[in-house]
């Protein structure tokens, strides 16, 4: 990015990386550039959170590195770790030469001092694995670092992380305070599954991407997928922004319109039928009692889109 990038000029490139979003997407990611701060992203499955750290990095040439998070994530698995079968190796191998080793260490504490010297080599650069987090840090050019779906991780995790969000630095005990060599864009994902900390929350801009509009969703799905004819573009369209009115285990996202829209391309359609969508509601639908509960009423939820058809 340069110093005269604006809301237009990403909205535009995203839009050339083939992902279509609202100016407040825009805003917030030109904020985030300016000010140097992590980015909280949240909002249902499926509305486009993980692409939106893709788009950047590819809008801007960086490398992603992504850190998926899970219950019982621990800093070995998202910074660093040893690498322990090249430490019992070398282990080994001092063991061996230990008479040699201590040549000339005439009493306990001098041989103890001599082995404190190999001890300190087996956490060194050389026996270190770096992880998402480290790897980010290290980086010698530009970096899009994703947490993604930061809930699913415990509170203790969330708390290891407030050091780089803040200061993108990290301590490692054997090593001291690694610092960014150039700060990563940094993204957080959130399906809001539980809730996060303010702490947390106070190092991040803030973003909530709901489900589109229908305008949005139809630029969307032309760019995405752009063999679908304008008819099948907005009854397609419009057909899923019912189904989002209804009260649903789970409501399509934009991934599913999206896949839905190019089953209907592979299946060479040009207007939606209703035996051609109770056929493919699982495309959409993910939990069979949505699917039941659409194909009851799927003649009246047709009707409502025929006038856009």
């Not at 050019?141 to 699913?152: A, H, Q, R, Y």
């Not at 399509?252 to 109770?278: F, G, M, N, Q, Y």
Request: net charge negative; charged share 25%.
């Amino acid at each position: 990015m340069t110093q005269d990038i604006s809301v237009d000029t990403i909205m535009q490139g995203f839009a050339g990386a083939g992902y279509i979003c609202s100016p407040a997407i825009a805003m917030t990611m030109l904020l985030a550039y300016k000010l140097e701060k992590p980015v909280l992203v949240e909002g249902p499955p499926g509305v486009g959170k993980t692409e939106l750290a893709k788009a950047t990095a590819s809008l801007l040439h960086y490398d992603l590195i992504r850190l998926q998070c899970y219950e019982g994530l621990d800093e070995a698995k998202a910074l660093y770790e040893w690498k322990y079968g090249k430490q019992l190796l070398y282990t080994q191998l001092l063991k061996e030469k230990l008479g040699d080793l201590l040549k000339g260490a005439h009493d306990l504490p001098s041989s103890i001092e001599r082995l404190h010297e190999f001890g300190d080599v087996f956490y060194s650069e050389d026996f270190l694995e770096p992880r998402p987090l480290l790897q980010a840090l290290r980086a010698e050019k530009g970096t899009v670092l994703l947490i993604d779906e930061i809930d699913k991780a415990d509170h203790e995790f969330e708390s290891f992380l407030l050091e780089m969000l803040s200061d993108y630095q990290i301590s490692i005990p054997e090593l001291g305070t690694i610092k960014a060599k150039r700060k990563p864009i940094v993204f957080l994902t959130s399906n809001n599954m539980r809730e996060l900390s303010d702490a947390l929350k106070r190092r991040c801009l803030h973003l909530y991407i709901p489900f589109p509009d229908a305008a949005l969703e139809r630029s969307i799905i032309q760019s995405r997928v752009p063999g679908v004819n304008e008819q099948l573009r907005d009854q397609l369209v419009n057909f899923v922004q019912q189904l989002r009115l209804r009260d649903l285990k789970k409501q399509p996202a934009i991934s599913e319109t999206i896949d839905w829209a190019r089953t209907l391309l592979l299946l060479h359609t040009d207007a939606l039928t209703p035996e051609l969508v109770e056929s493919t509601l699982n495309v959409l639908l993910k939990h069979e009692e949505d699917i039941v509960s659409v194909k009851d009423d799927l003649r009246g939820l047709f009707a409502k889109i025929l006038p856009r058809g």
